[in-house]
């Protein structure tokens, strides 16, 4: 049996202000991805110029943030924050979700392929590989804040979170940044390195992300208000069903195309 290393949260200090471990890693993310893309730019297997690309990454970002923000809010407390409309502001308590920043930046590259007059899809296809890394190291925040912990385990790696009393528990937020992250950068980057049909790496990156959360999961605890929900999925299972569909859906159409 494990036990969280109860890290602090506050990496450090800049007189009234605490910089967290949760924001640096986001920001670590984005600069992954910036760096990722640049060599794709280099390497000429991107479909946009270095200018292009840094103005995408702020466009990018400033969904991710808006959409995360906007999707916990609709998809898991709507009501709460009906009634606290104000404290949708609150960044710094927490509380973002994947599948609102994911539709937050499809808006975003949407509304900036047409300024640019782009190919949205490719854009996409440029853009779904540099997203995972971001993924790991934003789960890897979670594991160090001891949040999103997982379901009870009597396995040899059974973690103790303090917050969550004292059943050894699933790490899930590691297994996420191994599968959402590590493995779904891997397989991406090895598919995208060399020219596909149109829209091939979009529905890869919703096919593999959809999969994969879906499996984590089995292992993750499900948000205390919600808890499971029809046919014993949790929420975040639900959200990742359009995903698979769609993802399916968009290869088929795009090889039936090809």
Do not use: C
């Amino acid at each position: 049996m494990l036990v969280h290393p109860g890290f602090d949260p506050v990496a450090f200090s800049l007189g009234p202000v605490a910089v967290r471990w949760y924001g640096l890693l986001w920001l670590a993310g984005f600069g992954m991805a910036w760096w990722l893309g640049r060599r794709r730019i280099a390497a000429g297997l991107a479909p946009v110029s270095r200018e292009q690309f840094d103005d995408l990454v702020f466009a990018a970002a400033l969904g991710a943030i808006v959409g995360g923000r906007l999707g916990y809010v609709i998809f898991y407390k709507p009501g709460y924050y009906l009634a606290h409309p104000f404290e949708i502001l609150y960044l710094w308590q927490g509380g973002m979700s994947f599948h609102g920043g994911f539709l937050g930046v499809l808006v975003a590259v949407a509304i900036y392929a047409r300024r640019e007059r782009l190919d949205w899809w490719r854009l996409m296809d440029f853009v779904a590989p540099l997203v995972p890394l971001g993924l790991a190291a934003g789960r890897l925040g979670n594991f160090i804040n001891g949040e999103l912990w997982g379901r009870p385990t009597d396995l040899p790696w059974g973690m103790v979170f303090p917050a969550a009393g004292p059943e050894p528990r699933h790490p899930s937020q590691l297994y996420q940044a191994a599968g959402e992250g590590l493995a779904l950068f891997a397989l991406l980057w090895w598919f995208s390195s060399r020219p596909r049909p149109r829209a091939h790496v979009s529905a890869l990156f919703l096919l593999g992300y959809g999969v994969l959360r879906f499996a984590a999961e089995f292992a993750r605890e499900p948000d205390a208000f919600l808890g499971l929900l029809a046919f014993g999925l949790t929420m975040g299972q639900w959200l990742s069903l359009p995903m698979i569909a769609a993802g399916a859906a968009i290869f088929l159409w795009s090889r039936r195309r090809a």
